[in-house]
């Protein structure tokens, strides 16, 4: 694994149930596993994977369709089931929705036009995100002495 195409974040306990992840970068954003039935409003961890499914394809669909005119809006929805069965607590039914809007004219017309291209390449080729979950890699676990 080369430098560059690793990627690293830390996450550290800052209270019961309370967490903060940090990048390489000094970014950092807090979650927890408290759930609006018991009165938290933290992203939770299937929260943030939902994010990251969303985020990682808005960003490329962006990036193609910002090129020819700015967005009227741009609203990237993305829904799942979380269910417990014989392979253990897991999503299904993952879903991503995009609900764009461009102004009137030929820039516009440009960017409606490639829009569901866009979000194809995104999802097919793209997104680590989305090509991670649908590919399924293995992921490594260890326990180490503080």
Do not use: W, Y
Not at 73 to 94: A, I, P, Q, S, Y
């Amino acid at each position: 694994m080369s430098e560059d195409s690793q990627r690293l974040v830390t996450i550290e306990r800052t209270g019961a149930g309370r967490f903060t992840a940090t990048n390489v970068r000094g970014g950092t954003i807090g979650f927890g596993t408290r759930s609006d039935s018991d009165g938290g409003t933290d992203f939770t961890p299937v929260e943030l994977l939902l994010a990251a499914i969303g985020g990682c394809t808005a960003a490329d669909v962006d990036a193609a369709t910002g090129r020819h005119v700015e967005p009227t809006g741009f609203t990237v929805t993305v829904t799942g089931e979380k269910v417990g069965d014989e392979f253990g607590n897991r999503m299904t039914d993952l879903a991503v929705t995009f609900t764009v809007g461009f102004p009137e004219g030929a820039s516009g017309d440009r960017a409606r036009a490639i829009l569901p291209r866009a979000v194809a390449v995104s999802h097919d080729r793209q997104c680590t995100v989305s090509r991670t979950i649908e590919i399924g890699t293995p992921v490594t676990v260890t326990v180490t002495d503080a």
